[in-house]
């Protein structure tokens, strides 16, 4: 059974920075991408950052040169450090995992599993 864990999110001002972290367990798949997204009341989930089977990482636009991705294998964790962060990325944290054909394969759309979410509010 997967089971994906978030913690670290909270409460900090504009330009704060945050560090997030997934507990993954039990992932079933013998290649897949692992991802951060985002969700805010009335939206629908937005990448954040990912990473593929080989630990290479891609970004949104919105999180290049602020957010950084890091993936550890042997503690299978996701963590995400979050820089200079702005009341615009104050949403519901989500680490999720997805099943991939080939190692070089980057997160998109849908994930096969989700955890259940961490909050971060940025204030002004």
């Known amino acids: 059974q997967v089971q994906l864990v978030e913690s670290g999110g909270g409460s900090v001002q504009n330009g704060g920075s945050l560090r997030l972290s997934c507990q993954f367990s039990?992932?079933?798949?013998?290649?897949?991408?692992l991802a951060w997204y985002r969700q805010t009341p009335g939206q629908g989930r937005e990448h954040v950052a990912s990473?593929?089977?080989?630990?290479?990482?891609h970004y949104a636009e919105f999180v290049k040169g602020r957010f950084t991705i890091s993936k550890d294998n042997a503690k299978n964790t996701l963590d995400l450090q979050m820089n200079s962060l702005r009341p615009t990325d104050t949403a519901m944290y989500y680490c999720g995992v997805k099943q991939t054909i080939f190692e070089v394969q980057h997160c998109a759309g849908d994930m096969d599993n989700w955890g259940l979410g961490t909050q971060v509010t940025v204030s002004s």
């Open positions: 990473t593929n089977f080989l630990g290479t990482p």
């Open positions: 039990g992932v079933p798949y013998r290649r897949y991408c």
